[in-house]
Structures are given as C-alpha cells and as structure tokens.
C-alpha cells in the first residue's frame, strides 16, 4: 500500500484558455464509479466551463469544441458520452421534475478543421422522478436511456425497456454497455445485492457478498464501485464499508449462484464529531491494473474532521488476486 502525502492542496483545474474543468453534479447523491479494463481503450473527451457556463469537449490530440447551447443559464447536471466517443448528451436541469437533455455528434472532433461551434442535432424533455446517483447511457447509435422508476427507459416513461427484477433498481452500467447493474438493500443489514443483467446474452447474474458488514451503521453495506476485467471475465464490488469481492462471471452460472474468488477488506477511516469518531462510509475508485490477476484501487483512509482544509488521507492499493482471502 502507498499512502499519498498527508496533506493535499485542492486547486481549480484550468487550462491555458482560463476554462475551468466541468465536473458533475452529486448533490442528489453519489454514483456508482465503473470502470472496465480493456486492451485498446476508446479516448473519450474531457469537458470544460467557459465564463459563460457554456460547456467544451477536448479530444485526446488537445482540440477544443464548444457545444452551443442558446441559454446557458441553466446548469448541466451529467454529462453522458457514447462508447465509441461519437455522441454527447448534455443533461440540463430546468426544474426539479424537468429536464432537457441535449445531443452533439462529435465525430468530426479532433480535427483542426473542425468547426469551433458544435449546434445540438437533437433535444428531448425528460419529466418526472429521477433516481439520484443512478446512471444514464447513450449508444453508439445515439439512442439514450435514462432510469425510470424500477427500469431504464428510452427517452422518457413511454418507452420502457430493461425492468428490474423484483425488489432491485437500476443503478449502473458497464462502459461497454454490455452489462446493466441493479442494486437491492437488505433492509435488515443494509448491504446491497446486485443483479447484473448481460444485455447480449440475456443472462442475469446474482452478486451477493459471501462476509456481512464489519461495522454497523446505516450505508455502510452500499455499493461505491465497481470494476470489470477485460473481457468482461471478471468483476469487482466495492462497498461502503471497505469491502472488496471479486467474482467470476464468464461461466455458465445463473441468477443462483456465482463462483467467488475471494474479499479482502480495507481500512476505515473515522468521521470525528465532538470529539466522537464514528465509522465513516469508504470512498473509492478500482480498476484491474493488469487483465486479470490485480486490482488497483484508490481509496480514502484516516480520520476526517469537518470544516478543515486538507482533511484526509488517500491510499493507492494493488491487491492480486492470487492472495485473496
């Protein structure tokens, strides 16, 4: 394990052209982070804010393109991005039960020809209750579904597609978009199941952890990440309480049962009010370093105090895989 420098400066990210680096909304809670490794990675763009609050799309080779939009006064609340790169989506909030959500073919990108100014080719109205920290995809054809209730719809209720089984709601999607994830909490020890459903293959997949929670304390049994190996042979469940498992999901297993390589468990970190700690909910971030055998995860550990600056300690861990409990 490698521990980053106990104190961390936070400064705004800014380019040469004074943008500031977009990042997205989670004050209505915190998304599930996926990730996936792969052998040839698909660059995706990275967004900028002007002083206008109109959002910019940069490509690997550094060219920036502003997607336009005639009123920028309300703000993008999520940014979604095809797998290919090809089509952007712009969610911008209007009320609490509306939103507009804005597409841009990007195909053209990174060409220094390449118009400055990108107009939206298509713009839909979202209504109704959205889940917060749940995720949104686009396809490679540009068709957009967004959580609905307890399934993922295409644009809006009318077209309901994918419904979650019984008691689970969506919550997250693989970076291929060949894996849908649904979440489940069990009301008596807070942990989460998940219910992966293979879109390809029209399988569905059961993780349920194999250790109940450390800790007690509500949100500490949650689901804060996940990680897929390359070809989608392995994946990895992170929670809220630091808990890791891995399973194996290439074989001829069903909804029954899943073959589990092992868990590990990491430390946690203290939430310190009045001079009482109480266990704080880890934060991570886990992706496999290698196609099979480690995970490299990114997470949070030491005591957190609030109201101060540079509050906190970071760990970069490795774990392999052949040493899993």
Request: proline letters at 5%; aromatic letters at 14%.
């Given at each position: 394990m490698h521990i980053l420098p106990d104190e961390i400066i936070v400064r705004p990210l800014e380019s040469d052209d004074g943008l500031r680096r977009w990042l997205p909304a989670t004050d209505g809670g915190q998304p599930t982070v996926v990730t996936?490794?792969?052998?040839?990675?698909?660059?995706?763009?990275?967004?900028?804010?002007?002083d206008n609050d109109q959002i910019w799309a940069q490509t690997p080779d550094g060219v920036k393109s502003r997607l336009y939009r005639q009123n920028s006064r309300h703000a993008v609340k999520d940014i979604v991005v095809s797998p290919d790169g090809g089509t952007v989506v712009l969610f911008v909030e209007r009320t609490l039960h509306v939103r507009r959500a804005l597409f841009y073919h990007l195909a053209d990108m990174g060409s220094r020809s390449a118009e400055q100014d990108i107009d939206h080719f298509q713009e839909a109205v979202l209504t109704g209750s959205f889940l917060p920290g749940t995720a949104s995809w686009v396809t490679d054809q540009g068709e957009l579904y967004v959580p609905w209730e307890n399934q993922w719809s295409f644009l809006n209720e009318e077209h309901l597609r994918w419904k979650a089984p019984e008691g689970f709601q969506p919550n997250?999607?693989?970076?291929?978009?060949?894996?849908?994830?649904?979440?489940?909490?069990?009301?008596?020890s807070h942990e989460e199941e998940i219910m992966l459903v293979n879109v390809m293959r029209d399988r569905s997949l059961l993780l349920r952890r194999n250790q109940p929670t450390a800790l007690g304390g509500y949100g500490l049994g949650k689901v804060v990440s996940v990680g897929f190996s390359a070809l989608n042979a392995l994946v990895a469940v992170g929670f809220s309480d630091g808990y890791i498992e891995i399973f194996r999901i290439d074989g001829d297993a069903d909804a029954a049962g899943i073959l589990s390589l092992g868990f590990v468990r990491l430390p946690m970190?203290?939430?310190?009010?009045?001079?009482?700690?109480i266990p704080k909910p880890k934060q991570m971030v886990m992706k496999f370093n290698n196609a099979f055998d480690r995970l490299l995860v990114f997470h949070d550990v030491g005591d957190y105090r609030p109201g101060l600056n540079g509050n906190g300690t970071y760990a970069m861990s490795e774990i392999y895989l052949a040493e899993l409990a």
């Open positions: 996936k490794y792969t052998l040839a990675e698909t660059q995706q763009p990275i967004f900028w804010l002007d997250f999607v693989s970076p291929d978009q060949h894996y849908l994830g649904y979440v489940k909490r069990n009301d008596n970190g203290q939430l310190i009010l009045s001079d009482i700690g």
